[in-house]
């Protein structure tokens, strides 16, 4: 049998236990060819443990990053036809359409009131007599006075003028009253006997 120093025996445990013993707290020498300030490889290169699932750190995301992209987005891309406003500025309003002013109604022209009727005058006397004639053939009144005239003969006559007409009147019978209001010379006749010189002049002022 051979026989070692112990010396020896001692310092080959001592080297075999520091580099394979889990609680060694001794580092393995580097290698020569390594360069100063190296750091020891990680678990994970060497293929240690991996820690759990369970263990490892989440991402956290923040809501209001979220919340607030989202609304930008929705901002930004309005749908087909839509417009977008910039927010703090009012939108634009259609100007009104100018209304056309009304035109001003045409006003009456104010008629003229009739003249009041003058005061009623006398009744003057006109004679349809034999011999067809008037008697006055010229009769002159005052403005307001009426005229009636009386058939004295045996025939009918008439007292007619521009602007009336007794009709015919029989003998003895009188005709309905005139009533002249209006200044003027006016020419009067007996309408059957008007070419036999039945005629007269009314005058009225």
Known sequence: MRLFPVASVLTLVAACGGSSHPGATGTAPLPADSPSGAQPASPATTGGPTPPASLAPRP???PSRT???????????????????????????????????????????????????????PTRALEMTAGY???PMDLTIGVGDAVRAHNGDTMDHTFTGPTWDSG???????????RF???????FVCTPHEGLGMTGTLTVR
């Open 133 to 135: 004639r008037f008697s």
């Open 67 to 121: 919340a607030a992209a989202s609304s930008t987005a929705r901002t930004a891309a309005p749908g087909p036809g839509r417009t977008t406003t910039p927010s703090g500025q009012p939108s634009p309003q259609p100007s009104p359409r100018p209304q056309a002013s009304p035109s001003p109604s045409p006003r009456p022209s104010p008629t003229k009131a009739p003249s009041p009727a003058p005061p009623p005058g």
């Open 60 to 62: 956290t995301v923040t």
């Open 181 to 187: 209001n209006k200044a003027g010379t006016f020419r």
């Open 168 to 178: 015919n009147v029989a003998p003895g019978a009188y005709a309905r009253v005139f």
